[in-house]
Nanobody
Framework: QAQLVESGGGLVQPGGSLRLSCAAS????????MAWYRQAPGKERELVAA???????NYGESVKGRFTITRDTAKNTVNLQMNSLKPEDTAVYYC?????????WGQGTQVTVSS
């Protein structure tokens, strides 16, 4: 049974950093494109960052240069390092794993950027 479990959210001041982690189980992790999405109140869910099984990455325009996505195939985890955080980064962040028609989501973790 596929399972994605996020951790690392919390409250941080503007300009601060947070690191999110997503532990995957029950899937052939190396085959999956792993991604982080976020959804702020009243807004649609948007792509933050993604990394393919071969390590190719892409980022949402608003986070380029500030966020970094990495994957550890040995540990079946995908991480999101978030630096220079802004209040507009406040959202629930979701881990996603996708491979052809297989598409799984984590429960989400809250990130709040506020002074």
């Amino acid at each position: 049974q596929a399972q994605l479990v996020e951790s690392g959210g919390g409250l941080v001041q503007p300009g601060g950093s947070l690191r999110l982690s997503c532990a995957a189980s029950g899937i052939p992790f190396s085959r999956y494109t792993m991604a982080w999405y976020r959804q702020a109140p009243g807004k649609e869910r948007e792509l933050v960052a993604a990394v393919t099984g071969t390590g190719h990455t892409n980022y949402g325009e608003s986070v380029k240069g500030r966020f970094t996505i990495t994957r550890d195939t040995a540990k079946n985890t995908v991480n999101l390092q978030m630096n220079s955080l802004k209040p507009e980064d406040t959202a629930v962040y979701y881990c996603n794993g996708r491979w052809f028609a297989n598409n799984y989501w984590g429960q989400g973790t809250q990130v709040t950027v506020s002074s």
